[in-house]
């Protein structure tokens, strides 16, 4: 078994996540943009659509954990692997079908917490991009909201909009993509999700004047999502990076 000692503390991989909350907005944005902002990963976007990637936001409460109870937010974007090859031409299911052929990956651009192990944890486990923010989750009334700050200055102020209740079997866990210091990494991990509900659209977005605010708004953010999703129990488990 695998294990890693962070600030005095063994950690034993797989890392097990028993109980958290979970609400994600996926957005439909220019695949060049997209492109441009995840240059540095050496990776290149799925296109779902003629020029256009799939953005996804996200945060989490983490109630209990192998790392301990936390906030996150996190930006990611759709990815073909390395090994998927060039990438198809240009049509209308040309996307779709990339995704059944070449398979997909989630790449973590940014992903902010609110406590310090976590963050060490999560740099040296995985290479995931952590770093230290203020994230006020406020997830007891019907509308779910994340208030993103950082140094001080806002992010976004999102809110999403439960939808319809979903079967929440048989939904993928992608394998998670990371840059960090250099160096890629890819980490398998399954969820076990429950109380999922969805719908589209459902998201409301107001950026602050951060820089990643405005690598936002580059791509063309706010915008009508896609599609919303809120999980109210969730569990998943990572297995070491790749």
């Known amino acids: ?48 659509l003629p020029g256009k990637a799939l953005c996804t936001l996200m945060f989490v409460e983490y109630r209990e954990s192998d790392l301990d109870s936390y906030h996150e937010f996190g930006v990611s974007f759709l990815v073909r692997p390395p090994e998927a090859g060039p990438p198809p031409r240009r049509s209308l299911g040309a996307g779709l079908n990339d995704l059944r052929t070449a398979g997909s990956g989630l790449f973590v651009h940014w992903l902010p917490v609110d406590q310090a192990f976590t963050m060490e944890a999560g740099r040296e486990i995985w290479g995931f991009p952590k770093e230290l923010a203020d994230i006020d989750l406020r997830l007891s009334s019907p509308y779910k909201r994340c208030v ?6 806002l992010v976004l102020d999102i809110l999403i909009r439960p939808g319809m209740p979903v079967p929440a079997r048989g939904l993928p866990a992608l394998d998670a993509y990371t840059h960090l210091d250099g160096v890629t990494r890819r980490t398998a991990w ?37 599609m919303t999703s809120t999980i109210r129990h969730l569990r998943m488990s990572f297995g070491p990076a790749l």
Not at 148 to 153: I, M, P, V
């Open 148 to 153: 993103l700050r950082r140094e001080g200055r």
């Open 1 to 48: 078994m695998a294990s890693h000692l962070i600030q005095g503390r063994r950690i034993d991989l797989p890392v097990e996540i028993r109980d958290a909350t979970a609400c994600t907005a996926m957005y439909l944005v220019r695949a060049d943009a997209a492109r441009a902002v995840i240059a540095y990963s050496g990776l290149d976007v799925t296109e779902v």
């Open 190 to 226: 399954t969820m076990r999700p429950g109380g999922v509900r969805a719908r589209p659209g459902g998201a409301l977005i107001r950026l602050g004047n951060h820089p990643i605010a405005k690598e936002l708004s580059e791509l063309g953010l706010p915008k009508h999502a896609l």
